[in-house]
Structures are given as structure tokens and as C-alpha cells.
């Protein structure tokens, strides 16, 4: 009867260590990361320039090629309508054909003359030099207009120069210059603006370096945001750290998570559930 009570008392306590048990052994391949933007990128401009335009705003959202910084181009501008209007200037480039044409004909005849003794061979040098010199300066005369459409596309360089673009699909996080401002390429001074990429999001996990022969790129796993956000969502993994942490005795792992309606920001805790481990 006593042995009997005995094992009534125990009973919950050994359910509850079995379901402890149980508990533990269902979150073996489940670790805390955080969900982060595949990248970031300060936007700064390659030249000493005033800023004429922002066309973006912190927490707007920028497409690939647009233009989200413009500087003042007035100066660059001139500079490329004038090599413009030079590089279609033929008229020196005619000039010198029409003067060839003439001195060909002129020291043809006077080599007809000379082969018939009607000339001096003086005469016929004089037109063949004549020739030659009129050949360069029309040369010269292509290769000017040839260096003014150079320079216009220098110029224009110059202009394409300062509109910024967007290098990727993303959101603004920070903007630390605005227009009227004097902007320069340093690192020292904040970047115009600073973007985000959050299609595909980045989730970084740190695993015991036990799990390091385990895992392999392209495994599959599911990230479970936190609160208030819910869901469970497919990941993939993408890096996998070559070296691990001695003093942690950990490795970093990344995977990617797709994220293409923009519904999960970056920065949040998750749980990372790697069922494809093996136990």
C-alpha cells in the first residue's frame, strides 16, 4: 500500500521530466538569429559637388537605376553643349576636302605639263607639296572634330557623374545631407543616404561548433519571427563561416530568406529551426 503511494506521487513528476524530456529534444535544432537586410549601402558621390535634389526620404522605398541624389550640373552642362555644337562643326572638315580635291587636279596637271615638257619639275614639286599639305590639314580638321566629340562625351560623363543612382531595390534607413548642402567623396563626412536591401532578408545564426560537420550550403531550414509577427517562413542556407569562434566555440551560418512583398522588416530576433539536421 505504501509502495503504492509512492509510485501515485512520483508519477507526475516523472510525466513531467518525460515531457521536459520531450520538450528539449523538439528544440535540439532550434536557435536564436536575427533577421537583417542582405545589405546596406552608403550612397556618396564620387565628386566635390552642392547638392541640388534629394528625390528620396528615410523609410521610402528606391528602385534599382533611379536617380535618388542629383547635384548641380550648370557648370558641366555648359561644358557639354559647348563640346556639343564643336563636335558638329564640319565646316573646316569641308574646307580641307575642297582644298585636297584642288591640290590633286593641280599637281596632276602639272605632272601632264612636266611629262610633256610644257613645265618645270619645280613646278610639279611645288603642287605635290601643295597636296600633301592640304592632305594634312584636312586630317587635322577630322581629327579636331574626332576630339570634340571626345570631349562631349567627357562632359557628358561629367553630368552622368553627379545623378546618383540607386544600385539596388530597397528602402531608405538614413539620409545625413540634404539639398544646399556642399557634398564630397570622403567617409569621413555621412553618406547623402544610406540603403537597405530587404528582398531577400539575411538571417544570422550562431550554432556550436559540434554542428559544423552537420551542415551544408543549400540545407533548408525555417525561421519563426517574434512577436507581435508570427509565421513560419523557408530559408536557405547560404555561408557558412570557414573559422570558428575559439573563445564561443561557435560559427556563424547566413540564410536566405525571400521576402519579395516586404511583409518582415530587418532587425528582428527569430527562431531558426534546422529540421533537415540530423539528430
Known amino acids: 500500500m505504501n509502495h503504492r503511494s509512492s509510485y501515485r506521487r512520483a508519477l507526475p513528476a516523472l510525466l513531467l521530466a518525460l515531457l521536459a524530456d520531450a520538450h528539449a529534444a523538439g528544440r535540439a535544432n532550434e536557435f536564436d538569429g536575427l533577421i537583417e537586410p542582405s545589405q546596406t549601402i552608403d550612397i556618396r558621390s564620387p565628386v ?14 528606391v528602385k534599382k537605376g533611379a536617380v535618388i541624389v542629383s547635384l548641380d550640373t550648370s557648370v558641366e552642362r555648359s561644358a557639354a553643349e559647348l563640346a556639343r555644337y564643336k ?48 592632305q594634312a590639314d584636312a586630317q587635322s580638321a577630322r581629327e579636331n572634330r574626332q576630339l570634340a566629340r571626345l570631349e562631349l562625351d567627357y562632359a557628358s560623363a ?4 553627379r545623378q546618383l543612382r540607386s544600385p539596388i531595390d530597397g528602402v531608405v534607413i538614413e539620409q545625413g545631407q540634404y539639398p544646399g548642402e556642399m557634398t564630397e567623396p570622403s567617409d569621413g563626412k555621412k553618406p547623402i543616404l544610406r540603403l537597405a536591401q ?45 573559422i570558428i569562434d575559439a573563445a564561443s566555440g ?14 518582415l522588416p530587418g532587425g528582428l530576433k527569430a527562431r531558426v529551426v534546422f529540421s533537415e539536421l540530423p539528430q
Open 48 to 61: 566635390v559637388g552642392l547638392i541640388s535634389q534629394v528625390n528620396a526620404a528615410r523609410g521610402g522605398v
Open 87 to 134: 563636335s558638329t562643326m564640319d565646316g573646316a572638315v569641308k574646307a580641307g576636302d575642297s582644298r585636297v580635291q584642288y591640290a590633286e587636279r593641280k599637281f596632276k596637271r602639272r605632272a601632264e605639263l612636266a611629262e610633256k615638257n610644257y613645265g618645270t619639275a619645280q613646278e610639279r614639286e611645288d603642287a605635290e607639296v601643295e597636296q600633301r599639305i592640304a
Open 158 to 161: 561629367q553630368v552622368n557623374q
Open 198 to 242: 530587404i528582398n531577400p532578408l539575411r538571417v544570422s545564426v550562431l550554432l556550436p561548433a559540434a554542428l559544423y560537420p552537420k551542415l551544408k550550403l543549400g540545407m533548408k531550414a525555417e525561421v519563426l519571427p517574434e512577436k507581435p509577427l508570427d509565421g513560419r517562413y523557408p530559408v536557405t542556407v547560404t555561408m557558412i563561416d570557414k
Open 250 to 263: 561557435t560559427f556563424r551560418v547566413h540564410l536566405l530568406l525571400p521576402n519579395a512583398n516586404g511583409a
